[in-house]
């Protein structure tokens, strides 16, 4: 018989109200509940060695407290408000432990517990189901036995697989074995050494008590940069001690007869860190075949993303859960696509601003862009035109939510609008000079306030200048430096001191150029501005990896864009000018290289976390040569221009 009592008020204002529910073999269960009650419920499922405070901070953003109205450490208004319930699993935190311990954290009870609890925080309404490491597998049990039909709205699954599914997973490998096949075997089975250790008789437990259970918050902070903030708890030592029977009463059980009906009778959400040093990507490969309703998300980040990325986890969480009570999947690569405007890469054709028809910028690229960006917040310079639309557009079909800034404001609305059709989350214009670094800096603000912190910022505004150094004057030097060097340095200051800030980590890319490492008379100027911006780019990629914050330098060659036709050439009159301009415009267009490809690259770059990318060919090889034979180069830097 299931039972509530013990009902408590919050502990602080903005705290959970805990209760006790009783769950399989009378075990009494502790449940926090967050939010208003009448709200969609939303249930947070923990892992190992973790307790329900793991959650604390993605609650607080579901239920529309810390971080989940935008400010200096939040990531924007989610979709909406939940009622969010967090409970302690059986033998962790202010749970109950079973007696015996063997046998008692079966899935079979687990499931029960589940239930007892569902029933008592949403008794009339199913609940959206989240579970992070073990409470992803237990999620994966209740989204997928009869007992709860019903019961689940939705299922979002983060770092832990079904144990069904795994155990079919090492089965097709082994029986049709092939070397790729072999790797991924051997490879999970690298990741899962804790497993066997976890079933050795009574060392876990003597390790947990121990030594092990003192140091595992400095291990974590030290491995996952996670932040100070009082968790783990106190518990940590008996709940990971309890917790070994999770994989003792399970695992190898599950693993050996897996079960060949455990299909998803709710619409999931896979979302994989990429560093998960536990669980390889692979592990998911053959999810489509168990699950009808299927939107996979990607994430830069390790295994602990409750607290790592709450942001983002809370963003992706509300979304989903209203789209499956809408009966709607999110965009991304559900068989369910939620209606949005045509979307660009998919073999429709978007009418652009210049009035030429093209195609969607990522192309076959799309699926895994949108497992990447869905829902987070892009903010690109120089958006107007050229590789920065084309950026912001990639961006958009990736499903971000994306900021145009630039000083042309007809230019950035028609890139919003572009974006909107593209298919991206949101989108907004922003009329900033980059090389004005207080309005940089109020752009920061206003951004985050309205928005959230930017996840991926690309500083892309440039402008060209030609001319021998002798041509070109104290004025020239500063207006290029200002726009080129001092705007990329104003938006790293700008939106890096805030990323650090937020400890959710995120992405900065600067557009150099092929010539930051070619040296030639005919572009001092420019060629000293991408250079500094090159050598900026490393410098604070060093300084911002503790903070899980990439940086990368996007170099270009010959790329036809509106540039070409605005470059100022020094020391020479109006018309002699507008004849170079002309010529330089011509050159560009044959080579006929498109800023798509420029701004596919970024996109790439930015989900390898790259360092220096050069794009084009002649870009590659200028590369090659500065590192091989700079001699060569020096060569070619005396050679006069085509003007």
């Known amino acids: 018989m299931r039972t509530v009592e013990d009902v408590n008020g919050p502990e602080e204002p903005g705290g959970p109200e805990e209760r006790y529910v009783t769950g399989a073999d009378g075990v009494r269960l502790c449940v926090a509940e967050y939010g208003d009650p009448s709200l969609p419920t939303v249930v947070l499922l923990h892992g190992y060695p973790d307790s329900k405070e793991v959650w604390s901070g993605v609650a607080l953003r579901l239920a529309g407290g810390e971080g989940g109205s935008g400010g200096s450490n939040g990531n924007g208004p989610s979709a909406r408000a939940f009622h969010v319930v967090l409970y302690d699993v059986r033998g962790h935190g202010r749970s109950a432990a079973p007696e015996p311990l063997r046998g008692g954290f079966t899935l079979e009870k687990l499931t029960e517990d589940f239930l007892a609890v569902a029933d008592a925080v949403s008794p009339d309404e199913p609940v959206h189901l989240v579970g992070h490491d073990w409470g992803s597998v237990q999620g994966w049990e209740f989204a997928t036995v009869p007992a709860t039909a019903g019961r689940i709205s939705s299922f979002t699954s983060i770092s832990g697989p079904c144990l069904d599914h795994f155990g079919h997973w090492i089965r097709r490998r082994v029986r049709r074995p092939t070397p790729r096949h072999a790797a991924q075997v051997l490879g999970q089975g690298a990741k899962s050494w804790y497993v066997y250790a976890l079933h050795t008789p009574v060392l876990p437990e003597l390790a947990w008590r121990g030594v092990l259970g003192r140091q595992w918050p400095k291990l974590l902070a030290r491995v996952e ?50 560093g998960d040093a536990f669980l390889s990507e692979r592990l998911y490969d053959d999810l489509d075949a168990w699950v009808p309703e299927l939107t996979r998300r990607t994430l830069d980040a390790k295994h602990w993303v409750p607290r790592s990325r709450p942001d983002q986890l809370a963003r992706w969480i509300a979304e989903f859960a209203t789209a499956a009570e809408g009966g709607q999947a999110l965009p991304g690569t559900g068989v369910r696509a939620a209606p949005a405007p045509a979307t660009a890469g998919t073999g429709r054709r978007t009418k652009g601003k210049d009035g030429t028809g093209r195609t969607g910028v990522l192309g076959k690229a799309l699926p895994a862009a949108r497992e990447r960006f869905a829902g987070q917040l892009v903010l690109v310079t120089g958006a107007a035109s050229g590789i920065g639309r084309c950026t912001a557009l990639a961006f958009a079909e990736a499903g971000a939510r994306v900021i145009a800034v630039d000083r042309n404001a007809e230019g950035a609305e028609e890139t919003v609008e ?26 920061a603000a206003r951004t985050a306030e309205a928005h959230g912190i930017p996840d991926v910022v690309v500083n892309n505004a440039g402008i060209g200048l030609a001319g021998r150094f002798l041509d070109t004057t104290a004025e020239d030097w500063k207006r290029v430096l200002d726009v080129n060097l001092w705007g990329v340095i104003h938006g790293c200051r700008a939106f890096g ?17 092929a010539a930051a490492f ?22 604070l990629r060093a300084e911002l990896a503790p903070h899980g914050i990439g940086v990368t330098a996007i170099c270009p060659g010959l790329v036809d864009t509106p540039i070409t036709r605005s470059a100022r050439h020094a020391g020479v009159g109006e018309e002699e000018q507008e004849r170079r301009r002309a010529k330089s415009a011509r050159l560009y267009r044959l080579r006929n290289y498109p800023p798509e490809k420029v701004a596919r690259a970024i996109v790439r770059a930015v989900r390898q976390d790259a360092a220096v990318v050069a794009v084009t060919a002649e870009a590659r090889g200028a590369r090659l040569l500065s590192r091989l034979s700079p001699r060569a180069l020096r060569a070619l830097a005396r050679v006069e221009p085509p003007l």
């Not at 420019?526 to 490393?538: C, G, H, P, R, W």
């Open 225 to 274: 940069k996670l932040p100070s903030d009082g968790y783990p708890t106190a518990s940590l030592g008996e709940d990971a001690a309890h917790g070994a029977w999770l994989y003792r009463d399970n695992v190898r059980k599950r693993l050996g007869s897996p079960r060949d009906d455990a299909f998803a009778h709710v619409p999931v959400q896979l979302i994989t860190p990429t």
């Open 418 to 443: 572009s974006a909107l059709a593209a298919g991206a989350a949101g989108a907004w214009a922003e009329v900033v000079d980059v090389s004005d670094g207080e309005a940089m800096e109020r752009l």
């Open 497 to 513: 001191s805030r990323m650090v800030e937020r400890g959710q980590g995120g992405h900065i890319v600067n557009t150099a150029s």
């Open 518 to 539: 070619q040296p030639s008379k005919s572009l001092p100027a420019y060629s000293t501005s991408k250079a500094a911006v090159l050598m900026l780019s490393e410098c």
